[in-house]
Structures are given as structure tokens and as C-alpha cells.
């Protein structure tokens, strides 16, 4: 399977190498193929955004893009302080932060979404229950249900502001809903303690093609959850690219560009390539949902004569 993934960014790469002497980007103009800037991006979507870098930077070596990973609160307060002019997060700009800019900048930023994932509810291999309804994940959360739920972050993630919004409906987390310092750390403790739940963002644990993550499925198990748009009573679903398409999966959430520039910039060339065929294959390829382009299989037959 590395194998194949390696050929794939390989293959995403070809044409794009350059004989020509390299050049420093940060001494060149800012445009869409070429310069450098420093974008933030919301930790949770650190694995697919990494491979978003490596073939962009591939294909356009005359352009450096520093992601810093952070949560997503902290991604905002980027934009806001001009740290940054470009964040990855997981929703958009409410009014008020699209009227603020309008004011200070004389236009709106540009924002729209990229693709869907979810937010991979995981336990132990060997914890004794893997499937839960949406009652029970809300009284997990809200302290009803004392089980332990692990988070990814100790400030405002993204995976927190979803979960407190979509499930929690703006409640507080009960007193045993606790934090770690990242993604990373989540699929750490929850794989070694079965009496543990876990959230993560679905780029962490459901790339089939990542040896990393498949060897964390050895420890760890992608939990089903109840369906709640389904016209069916109990229907349940596992986050895959499959259900979070469908909408089965119900804890979907999109991944967002905000993009703070009214020129051809290096950030909206960027913006770009994730939007257009390449990018969305990596979305894709990736196991999660583009929103930009839909693939579809087709079945092809030969006529034997």
C-alpha cells in the first residue's frame, strides 16, 4: 500500500520538476506560482493538508507555503492580527467577522469549502462497546454518561467547537469530557486504556494507504454512531468517504479556506490548486469527501466478438 501512495504523489508531481537553478521563493514577487507566505491551519486537518504541500510544492518549486498547525481559535486570531493572510479551519466567517474585515479592508474575505471529513469517534481494541447512539455520545459529552471522553486539544479546537455546536447544541462539556495536547496524543492514550473514548479528526485514523494509520487500527477502532438523517430506525455508521458523501455519518463537517487577499497571490494560487482537479484528487485519495468535484466510477465493458 505505501507503495501505491508514493506512486500516486509521484504521479501527481510529473511534469512539474523545473531544470533551471533554484531560486529562493521568498526573493521573488508574490504571485500564484511563485513567493513565499506563512498560512494557518487548524491541527485536525494537519495529515491531508501536508499532502496538499508536498505535490503543490512539487509542481511549482518556485513557492514555499509554511503551514503552522494550531487550533482553530488561534487560526483566527492569525488572520485577524495580520499573522497570516490565509487559514484552513472548519467553518466559515460568521457576519460580524465578514463585516469587521469589509470595514478595516475595504473588501470581505474569501472563504468556501474545500472538502468534508468528520470527527472519528474511536476506542480500544478491546473496549467491550463500539457502537453508540446520538443520545448517548450527547450524554457522554454533556457529563450525563460518565464514560471518559478524550479530546484534541487543550483550547478551542475546531473538533471541540463542533461537537459543542452540533451535539451539545452550545452546552457545556460534563467534567469528564478532558483534553490532550493534540491529534496525536487522542490515538496515544485511547490506545492504551479501553475504558477511554476519543475524537479526532477522520484525516488522522481513516487513510487505508498511510502505514501509520493502519497500524494504529491494530489498537484502536473506528466506532459506529446512529445515523439521524436516515428515513431508517436504527441505522448506524462508521466515518468513511462513503458516509460522510451520503451524510450517514452524522458527525460531517467541512474544511474551509478563508483567504485575506483581493490580489493574484501566492495564497489564491494555493486556494486553487486544492479547488481544481489535482487538489480534489488528493481530498479524495485521501478517503475524505470533495466538495469542488465529484468522481465518479463507471463501469466499462468490452464486447467480445
Wanted: charged fraction near 25%.
Amino acid at each position: 500500500m505505501k507503495a501505491v501512495k508514493q506512486a500516486f504523489l509521484w504521479a501527481m508531481c510529473c511534469g512539474a520538476w523545473s531544470c533551471t537553478s533554484p531560486v529562493d521563493p521568498a526573493s521573488l514577487p508574490d504571485s500564484p506560482t511563485q513567493g513565499k507566505i506563512h498560512i494557518s491551519v487548524d491541527e485536525t486537518y494537519k495529515p491531508v493538508i501536508e499532502e496538499q504541500l508536498a505535490v503543490h510544492h512539487a509542481s511549482f518549486p518556485q513557492t514555499t507555503i509554511v503551514a503552522e498547525y494550531k487550533p482553530e481559535a488561534d487560526c483566527f486570531r492569525d488572520l485577524q492580527q495580520d499573522s497570516t493572510r490565509m487559514i484552513i479551519v472548519g467553518r466559515g466567517l460568521t457576519e460580524k467577522e465578514a463585516d469587521f474585515y469589509k470595514s478595516s479592508l475595504s473588501y470581505k474575505p474569501q472563504y468556501g469549502v474545500l472538502a468534508y471529513d468528520a470527527v472519528a469517534l474511536v476506542v480500544n481494541k478491546e473496549a467491550p462497546d463500539s457502537i453508540f447512539t446520538f443520545d448517548r455520545v450527547r450524554d457522554i459529552l454533556s457529563g450525563k454518561d460518565k464514560t471518559t471522553a478524550v479530546m484534541d486539544g487543550r483550547s478551542a479546537t475546531s473538533t471541540v467547537r463542533f461537537l459543542q455546536d452540533s451535539v451539545l447544541k452550545g452546552s457545556s462539556f460534563g467534567k469528564n469530557v478532558v483534553a490532550v495536547d493534540n491529534s496525536e496524543a487522542v490515538l496515544d492514550v485511547v490506545s492504551r486504556r479501553k475504558d477511554l473514548i476519543g475524537f479526532v479528526g477522520f484525516s488522522w485514523i481513516g487513510d487505508a494507504y498511510d502505514p501509520g494509520q493502519r497500524a494504529l487500527l491494530n489498537k484502536l477502532r473506528l466506532a459506529m454512531v446512529e445515523c439521524t438523517a436516515c428515513l431508517e430506525n436504527g441505522v448506524f455508521a462508521k466515518p468513511s468517504q462513503a458516509t460522510v458523501t451520503r451524510g450517514e455519518y452524522p458527525f460531517r463537517r467541512p474544511i474551509y479556506y478563508i483567504l485575506k487577499e483581493n490580489t493574484n497571490q501566492l495564497g489564491t494560487g494555493f486556494m486553487n490548486f486544492m479547488s481544481l482537479e489535482r487538489g480534489q484528487l488528493i481530498f479524495r485519495r485521501a478517503f475524505l469527501a470533495p466538495a469542488k468535484m465529484a468522481f465518479h466510477r463507471r463501469n466499462g465493458s468490452i464486447k467480445e466478438e
